[in-house]
């Protein structure tokens, strides 16, 4: 305890150094303690009255002294005190336990009389070597405010018991004030004077314990200072610790004021302490095991700390793996966006090229089949018209980018329909417009410019749309003109296009041909009918046309011309089929060649049942001529499509004038038209299916029409010439002949298909009883001689056709080239079978024509080699091309070739020159041994080749020069049929 106790003079300099702070009068001090005083007695006073007024029990026992209340009330006045020296601010409101107290002037002065009144007793107790207080006690102000107070009190009780209790003790109140005492602090400005320094305060101390002490007795004295003393250190020893222990432990309003008790009270006290002491110890316990309690708690907290940190540390691990985590998956899906995106756009790009890509794969496809040489076939399906919207539609799907249209073969509404589809090069729905329908078709206008030969023409169902395709409606307007017009302005505008490297000449012709009979449709004048050669056309009108609207005008009269009828199922049907040829003729300005091309655009008659379009009489005849050479057509298109040997296109004058497009090489393009009404399905089915035949027909490559020198050219215009002639000669012949040669008909072969259309296949030859009569007329024909001028005068008079086949019929009708042929053939039969004079005659015939000819303008490139052998006794015939030479066998197999050299633009030049012998290659009479005999190459497929010289009148028949020639197959037909003859 020593340790902890300080001198009391600590007390007093720390009250100095708060005053010294503060700047406070003690006065202010003083005064506030003493109303400190007033008012504790005050309620002292007013509580003993109360007592006594209302009869409490004890209150006339009400101690004439204060108690310990009293003491703490004074207690609690010195804490107020203290606080007044704690804030010694004048006019400062001080919170006490008893009463707020404003600090009045000079309250701070009689504080410090108490003061030193204290601090002189406590520096006698520090003289006396007495512990005071607690080190903490004097730390804190308030502590030491009510030490003091604690002190006052027990001096001023004590002086008052042993004053003999004279009047009411008053708390600190016996001693007065010393006038002699100097206040501890001078006002403000006044130096500060430390007690200790000055020895009045001892004095003064000294002098107050010598008065208390003068008036006892000598021998009383030491026993009283030491009796007073012992009691001082007694209360203090016994108080100190539990001051200790409640200043320590409990509030500050716990602490109890320790002062001496009276005897009385002692026990009372002791037991207070007691009791104090337990509840101090059961709450020290308390307080302990709360400790211990809360260091368990905090142990627990701290190893929950510890547990959750881990945790926490866990979970920013955790945390930073999925934010690495969540960022590599935000990478990767960035990329595989960024790839997606870039797919997608792949896709998007693929997806909006997809219909190029079909565009051009149909291109492509289209120009495969040019290469193969098929025919292209369009559908077009006519949309629904006027009323007929309501009906049912037989067409269940049209895929425009496949080219494939469904049909519906068994409409239901319960049961599953039954489907059939078609495919073709190109579908049009109902709603393609007229432009769209041509632009597949411009590829092949550009082919005429070039030097092809084109045929475009449409089939179908009568009303299915072909006019409207071909022509366009009625009332036609520039967008919706047909193909015709648009054809035609394409080609003035390539041409146009073309001006500085190509000059084009365009003419158009219009033909149509009706109950079979070809009529031109430019003239106004009648259907001519020649009874003699069935050729109902003569010549036809070939107009030159510069513009568009040429065409327009020209396009009009044709269709006036036409023959239009209205039937149950078009109110203006095409009872005719017609056909508009466009001839362009090209210059190349740099090398001279010239580019032939022509374009057939035909509009077929409808196919119709009679009894749904219900005509009769002439209408009915009409129908009756349109259905028949449409099944001619369908024919042709069958054994082409089969490769067959034979093609009957002598079955018609339809099949005759689309012979070249359908069997030439020519570019071909077919528009089949369907209508989309359910009760047409029949003839939608068979039209459609006829189609798909015609796609699969091969025509071979088409060939390009050039002369590429002007001598080719030339030596046309001489073989132009010779036809002339020849064509005069046969005139001539027939009437020789008695008009008519004895047509013999075929051997070894079916009455349907004579032996001379079975190509390059041995037949024997007809060694029949009119070989003398032909004998005699070639005779003639040797005779006469060939005037190139007379050629030329009679160039005009050619007939459109040389030899006519009527329902598989052949006519005894030959055409003079064909009998020249047939006559130089028979000269040769002759000379092989009975009279080897007859070779003489025929070289000299072959010279006297040779003569004809300027044998230098003759180019060997190509020639037509014709084969006359004699096997068995039986004589065969070949025509085969190669180089001009002249063959023989042995004995028993004797070959004459013929061969003619020629350009290599056209081959119906070469038919022309096939029978005309080169002087040098003819066998040099009887002497001469014959060459060994080669074997007859065969043709190739000669019929598919143009057999027949086309319906449509050359051009160049219009011009002085006939300078355009007859199709090369008719001469070859001619010749062969020729050798059948014999
Ligand atoms: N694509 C179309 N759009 C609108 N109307 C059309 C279409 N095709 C045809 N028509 C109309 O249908 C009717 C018959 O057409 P069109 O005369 O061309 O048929 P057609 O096959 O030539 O008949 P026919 O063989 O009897 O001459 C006409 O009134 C025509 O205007």
Known sequence: ?????????????????????????????????????????????????????????????????????????????????????????????????????????????????????????????????????????????????????????????????????????????????????????????????????????????????????????????????????????????????????????????????????????????????????????????????NNEESSRQLLKQQTLVEQQNREIQELKKLFHHTKTGIHFLHKSYQEDITYLSNHLQGLASAASGYHKVVEENRNLYNQLQDLKGNIRVYCRVRPFLGEQSKHLSSISNIEEGTGSISIITTPSRNRREGKKTFSFNRVFGPCATQEEVFSDTRSLIRSVLDGYNVCIFAYGQTGSGKTFTMSGPKDVKEESMGVNYRALRDLFHLSEQRKDTICYEISVQMLEIYNDQIRDLLVTDEIR???????????????????????????????????????????????????????????????????????????????????????????????????????????????????????????????????????????????????????????????????????????????????????????????????????????????????????????????????????????????SSSLEGQKKAALKLKRRSLDPQDMYKNSSAWPLVSGQRVNGKEEDKVSVCEDWVDKMMLKRQDSLTSDDNLVEQWEAESKELSQVFNPSKICLEHSIKVTVHKKDGQVYDDVQRNLYEVVTTDESDHELELELATSDSSESDLHWLVSVPKPTSIPNGLGSKPKKLTQPTPTKNPEARSMIPSLIPSPSRKEVHASQPRKQSGAIDAKRRTGNAK
């Open 1 to 289: 305890m020593a340790t902890e106790k300080v001198l009391a003079f600590s007390v007093a300099s720390v009250v100095e150094e708060v005053l010294q702070q503060h700047g406070t009068q003690l006065s202010d001090i003083n005064l506030a303690s003493r109303q400190a005083e007033e008012a504790c007695m005050r309620r002292y006073e007013a509580a003993g009255w109360l007592r006594k007024k209302i009869g409490v029990v004890g209150a006339k026992d009400l101690p004439a002294q204060p108690s310990e209340h009293d003491f703490k009330t004074g207690l609690r006045s010195g804490i107020i005190l203290c606080n007044v020296l704690n804030k010694l601010q004048p006019g400062a409101v001080v919170e006490g336990a008893c009463d707020s107290h404003v600090i009045p002037d000079g309250a701070a002065l009689s504080a410090f009389q108490y003061f030193e009144n204290v601090r002189n007793f406590l520096v006698a107790l520090q003289e006396m070597g007495l512990p005071t207080f607690e080190a903490s006690d004097l730390e804190k102000g308030g502590k030491c405010g009510r030490i003091v107070n604690c002190v006052l009190a027990l001096k001023s009780y004590s002086e008052w018991i042993e004053g003999g209790k004279h009047g009411s003790w008053k708390y600190a109140g016996n001693t007065k004030p010393s006038s002699t005492a100097k206040p501890f602090f001078r006002k403000n400005s006044e130096p500060f004077i430390h007690p200790s320094s000055s020895t009045a305060t001892h004095h003064s101390l000294n002098s107050l314990v010598r008065q208390y002490l003068s008036d006892k007795k000598q021998e009383e004295i030491p026993i009283m200072v030491e009796s007073l003393l012992t009691k001082v250190m007694e209360e203090f020893q016994r108080r100190m610790p539990i001051q200790h222990q409640l200043l320590k432990t409990a509030s500050p309003h716990k602490v109890a004021f320790e002062t001496p008790k009276p005897a009385s009270q002692h026990k009372e006290m002791e037991e207070l302490e007691d009791a104090k002491l337990k509840q101090e110890k059961s709450y020290e316990e308390k307080v302990n095991y």
């Open 529 to 767: 009918n020649s009874s003699q050669n069935g050729i109902n056309v003569p010549d036809a009108n070939l107009a030159p046309v510069s513009s568009t609207s040429d065409v327009i005008y020209l396009m009009n009269l044709g269709q006036k011309n036409r023959a239009v009828g209205a039937t149950a199922m078009n109110d203006r049907s095409s009872r005719s089929h017609s056909c508009v040829t466009v001839h362009v003729e090209g210059k190349d300005l740099t090398s001279g060649n010239i580019l032939r091309g022509c374009m057939h655009l035909v509009d077929l008659a409808g196919s119709e049942r009679v009894d749904k379009s219900e005509v009769t009489g002439d209408r009915l005849k009409e129908a009756q001529h349109i259905n028949k050479s449409l099944s001619a057509l369908g024919d042709v298109i069958s054994s082409l499509s089969q490769k067959n040997a034979h093609v009957p296109y002598r079955n018609s004058k339809l099949t005759q004038l689309l012979q070249d497009s359908l069997g030439g090489q020519a570019k071909t393009l077919m528009f089949v038209h369907i209508s989309p009404e359910h009760e047409a399905l029949g003839e939608t089915i068979s039209t459609l299916k006829f189609a798909e035949r015609v796609s699969s027909v091969e025509l071979g490559t088409a060939r390009v029409n050039k002369d590429s020198s002007p001598d080719v050219k030339e030596l046309k215009e001489q073989i132009a010439c010779l036809k002339a002639a020849l064509s005069r000669k046969e005139g001539e012949a027939k009437h020789f002949q008695h008009s008519e040669i004895p047509r013999p008909r075929s051997h070894g072969s079916s009455p349907k298909q004579p032996s001379w259309m079975s190509g390059s296949h041995r037949k024997p030859k007809d060694d």
